[in-house]
């Protein structure tokens, strides 16, 4: 695999809490998709959950080059859950048009977080064009 891009964020947790209570749920709606505000995570922890997301999508926005031309809506990126507990993320719309255009075909994303700070890392990657056995030399030395 590739790494066509990485980011990182951290967001703090007192800050988001702060916006929410000013705002009400309108940030935490302009912020994440119904599959998200619907995951059991938002009900527990409900600042820090929001932070976290907030960091992913951040991150994942970073990793796709972070001042893209378009705009992107932060319901266009969706950070879901397996049931182990890993997080992955699902693209849509305009923001899947440019991760393909990418080649992007696989992420990693970790999320962590504090009661104070949220914290997210996403690598887009991109599968090898060649299989590995082509990117040696007959000698076996690389290109």
């Known amino acids: 695999m590739n790494i066509i891009g990485h980011g990182i964020d951290i967001v703090d ?23 998200e505000l619907n995951a059991s995570g938002f009900r527990t922890h409900r600042f820090e959950y929001l932070a976290s997301r907030l960091a ?13 031309q378009q705009p992107i809506s932060w319901h266009e990126i969706e950070i879901q859950k397996l049931p182990t507990g890993e997080p992955f993320v699902v693209l849509y719309a305009t923001t899947l048009e440019i991760a393909a255009k990418l080649g992007i075909t696989k992420w990693l994303l970790s999320i962590s977080h504090t009661p104070s700070y949220a914290t997210a890392s996403a690598i887009a990657l991109q599968a090898l064009a060649k299989p590995i056995a082509l990117l040696f030399s007959n000698s076996g030395a690389p290109y």
Request: charged fraction near 30%; glycine fraction near 8%; include cysteine.
């Open 13 to 35: 947790v007192r800050c988001i809490q702060e916006l929410v209570e000013q705002t009400g749920e309108c940030f935490e709606r302009q912020c994440l998709t119904a599959a």
């Open 56 to 68: 992913a999508k951040k991150a994942v926005q970073k990793a796709l080059g972070g001042d893209c």
